[in-house]
C-alpha cells in the first residue's frame, strides 16, 4: 500500500502536512548541477561545469530550495558552502546518480547481449578459498549473466543485503543479521600467525589463552572475526591486547611480518600473501572452526537465484567434483 502524505492534508481536523518533494521540479540537470556547485563552492564555476548559463543555474539552485523548503546553500562573497539541509541533499544526490550509473551500465549490457546482472559480495576467506572454482563453473554456464563481486567485511555484507546493495552476500558467523534468512555455505579453519622470531614462532599447536600475553594485529571495528576472537579472551578471562587495527588480511600479514604482533585469520587467505617470514601456528580451539553463510536480497533478479542455487550446489557437492 502507498500512502500519499500530501492527499487530505489541509482537510478539517486533519493534520497540516507538509507536500513531499515535487519530482516534476528536481531533473538530473538541476541534481547534477547542485553537486557541481556543492564540490567546487561556486555557483558560477558550477554552471560552467555543466554548460549552463549562469542566470539559469541560479534559478535552478533557486527552485531546487524552494522545492525542498529550505535553505540548501550559504552564500557569501567568498562563494558558497553547504548547509545541513545541504549536506543530506548532496548525499542523497550523488546516490542517485550511482544508482542512475548502474542502471545506465546494466541496461547496456542487456543491449549487447547480456541477460542478467549479480551483485555478489564476500568476505575474502570466502572470495580466497571458495568463489574462484565456484564462479569458473558459473560463468562458463551462465555465459550472458555479469557477475560484480566485490570483497567486504562480514557486516558490511549483511548491511548491503538488507538496503538492496547486493543481491547476494558470503559473510562469517555471528555476524548480526537481523531478519535476514540465512543458510550456511561452507566451513573455514582460523590460525594464528607470527614473525619467524616471535616466542611462538617455535610452536605448531596452541590454546587461544596461551596467545592472549602477547600483541595482536586486528580488523577494523565491525569485522566479525575481532568480534569472534574478542569474545573466546572473554571467556579465556583476558582481553585481547590489540596493538594496532587495519582494513585488510594483506595488512595483517604486513604487521606481523614487522613484528607488531600475532593475528588470527583464514587459513586459505595465506595463499594469497608472501608468508615465508611467518610462521603458522594451530590454533586448538573448536570454534577455530568457522561457518560461513549466504544471504540473499528479497527482491533480486532471476539471474541472482541463478547464482543462489549454483552457490547451493557449489556448498553440497564434494571437492573433487567443484571443477567439473
Sequence with gaps: MVHCRSQNANAPGG???????NPA????????????????????????????????ASRRIADFEESAG??????SARGVSLTAAGHLALQHALRLFQGFEQFSSEIRDYSQGTRGHVHL??????LTEFLPDCLSTFMARYPEIRVELEEQLSGDIVRAIVEGVADIGIFAENTPTGDLEV?????????????????????????????LPYDFVGLNRGSSLLELTSRAAEECGAAMRVRIQVRSFDAMCQMVRAN????????AVLRTYQTKALKVVHLNEKWARRRLFLGISKNC???????RDHLRA????PASARRS
Design 183 to 211: 543458510e550456511a555455505f561452507q566451513e573455514d579453519k582460523l590460525v594464528a600467525i607470527c614473525s619467524q622470531g616471535h616466542p611462538l614462532g617455535c610452536r605448531t599447536r596452541v590454546r587461544f589463552s596461551e596467545c
Design 70 to 75: 529550505t535553505r540548501l546553500l550559504k552564500r
Design 15 to 21: 493534520p497540516s502536512l507538509k507536500p513531499l518533494l
Design 301 to 307: 533478479s532471476s539471474a541472482a537465484l541463478l547464482m
Design 260 to 267: 607488531l604482533g600475532i593475528a588470527v585469520l583464514p587459513a
Design 25 to 56: 521540479r528536481i531533473d538530473f540537470v538541476t541534481l547534477r548541477l547542485f553537486c557541481a556547485v556543492a564540490q567546487i563552492g561556486s555557483v558560477t564555476r558550477g554552471a560552467h561545469a555543466c554548460g549552463l548559463a549562469v542566470s539559469a
Design 314 to 317: 557449489f556448498s553440497q557437492a
Design 121 to 126: 559480495w564476500a568476505n575474502m576467506s570466502a
